[in-house]
């Protein structure tokens, strides 16, 4: 019986020095401190992270609505503290921490990243959420984006994630609506606005289509393939010049890109210009591969212009 006891004893003691141990870091020194943007507004949801040096361990705290945090039961020694947002570049400083006195606050400055900013964990999500894509496990797609916007309400570019998934499943409406939210916070977000035109495009509503089109200028579509389709739904509702203007820019952006060549061929020959269709269909036939199916049809195309 008391062996037994003097086990759980020595089994108390290494817990208690195993709990101790863990949290090394902890003591009675504290700071507060502001997170504000490069205007000078507050933000919200910084990341703060502290790292005590000497003792690798330590723990994160997030700044509230007014970009304010507190870091408190700190160790006295030097701290690592890192400032994470998504959309915002990293800040890295390292503080000398007191128990005994004040330490002075401390004011950060982020700045907007000129791309989006991802985390390790976010980009391992990401990929698992775009793996379940690829997969076409469309709704489990849904349900890992919208996992990551619940954690991560910064990154509100994954709802074009979620509107793909939601046009892959031929539910137009809730795409659009995934896509609208993009908007919320870019109302000049050209590829939430084309996809958008596609969403209406495929339900037939071509007229609806083509407005949404209309509010890009074509110049800052820099995908020779959405110029293209944007081009042949024009076509669709008898709008053959503004579908040349499309096709024109497509292959601009594009001199290899064969279906753009092809219908800009064909609307050249639909608008009368036979010296231009009879270059464009040149250009295919130094572009194309041999098996090309278009080939035969093109070279006839030409036979035809030239005589």
């Known amino acids: 019986m008391k062996t037994k ?28 401190g502001i997170v504000k943007d490069e205007a000078g507004a507050p933000l919200e949801g910084v990341r703060v992270k502290l790292l005590h040096v000497s003792e690798n361990g330590g723990f994160e705290v997030k700044t509230d609505k007014d970009g304010k945090y507190t870091a ?11 400032f994470y ?41 990401l990929e698992t959420a775009n793996l379940l894509f690829d997969q076409k496990n469309y709704q489990g797609a849904i349900d890992a984006f919208t996992a990551m916007l619940g954690k991560n309400p910064d990154v509100y570019i994954l709802y074009k994630n979620i509107g793909n998934c939601y046009f892959a499943m031929e539910q137009y409406d809730k795409a659009e609506e995934a896509y609208r939210k993009i908007l919320e916070k870019e109302p000049e977000n050209a590829e939430a606005i084309i996809a958008i035109g596609n969403a209406y495009a495929n339900r037939n509503e071509n007229e609806k289509a083509m407005e949404w089109y209309g509010k890009i200028d074509i110049t800052k579509i820099t995908d020779s393939t959405v110029l293209a389709n944007i081009g042949i739904n024009y076509l669709n509702i008898g709008q053959g010049d503004i579908a ?9 952006i594009n001199p290899k890109d064969l279906d753009a060549l092809y219908r800009l061929g064909i ?15 040149e250009n295919y ?10 080939i035969d049809q093109v070279k006839g195309f030409l036979d035809y212009l030239r005589k």
């Open 244 to 252: 040349l203007k499309y096709f024109k820019q497509a292959v601009a």
């Open 85 to 125: 947002k998504v959309g915002y570049e990293v800040k890295q400083i390292q503080v000398q921490i007191q128990e005994l006195g004040k330490n002075p606050d401390i004011e950060m400055v982020l700045k907007k990243a000129e791309g989006l900013m991802l985390t390790d964990d976010l980009k391992k999500e």
């Open 267 to 281: 609307q050249y020959i639909s608008s009368n210009s036979k010296a231009e269709a009879i270059v464009c269909f």
């Open 285 to 294: 036939l130094k572009t194309a591969p041999p098996d090309d199916a278009r």
């Open 5 to 32: 006891k003097t086990v759980l004893i020595l089994l108390s003691i290494l817990l208690v020095a195993g709990s101790l141990s863990a949290q090394g870091w902890k003591g009675k020194g504290r700071f507060n």
């Open 72 to 82: 408190a039961w700190l160790r006295f020694g030097a701290w690592n503290v890192d």
